[in-house]
């Protein structure tokens, strides 16, 4: 079957597709800390219920939970440097892509769009989601990772400050 049929058929059937790929189109729900290992984590919240539980590091989830709160601090963090950066060379985040996870680690893009071109950079997931708050840029996530981590049992709890 070719591509293009392809695509028009996942296109009529409501699916999503980013790179060849089938994906879900996620929000920050929360940042909380797991009550086990006591590391912070993000969850992300999709459409059929799927619930992703990411562990990232105490600065990037305090970076999170700022733009969540949307918190104005007198100094730029560095993802607000980032987003500055992006803005100020004429570019734009078009989304980011959370495409893979491997040994228990996911990996993540930042797609760029400048003078119509896209620039797709590397990045650890908790980076770009940071990034994707503070430029309103959409989170999408490769539906073979939420298919294979999602959790429907993972309580949302109210969101902590880090």
């Known amino acids: 079957m070719n591509k293009l049929l392809l695509v028009a058929l996942f296109l009529l059937i409501g699916a999503k597709l980013w790179a060849g790929e089938e994906v879900i189109e996620m929000s920050v729900a929360t940042v909380t800390i797991d009550p086990h290992t006591r590391a912070p984590v993000v969850v992300l919240r999709g ?51 959370i495409h893979d996870l491997r ?32 430029t309103g840029s959409p989170i999408i996530v490769a539906e073979k990772i939420v298919t294979r981590i999602t959790t429907p049992e993972v309580e949302v709890k109210e969101r902590i400050w880090i």
């Open 103 to 134: 040994d228990g680690i996911f990996f993540a893009q930042v797609i760029l769009i400048k003078n119509g071109e896209r620039l797709i950079l590397d990045s650890r997931p908790s980076d770009a989601i940071a990034l994707a708050l503070r």
């Open 47 to 97: 459409e059929k219920e799927a619930v992703l539980p990411i562990v990232i590091g105490t600065a990037e989830a305090r970076a999170i939970a700022l733009a969540l709160d949307k918190v104005t601090v007198p100094r730029p963090m560095t993802h607000d440097l980032l987003s500055s950066l992006v803005e100020k060379l004429g570019a734009r985040v078009s989304k980011i892509f």
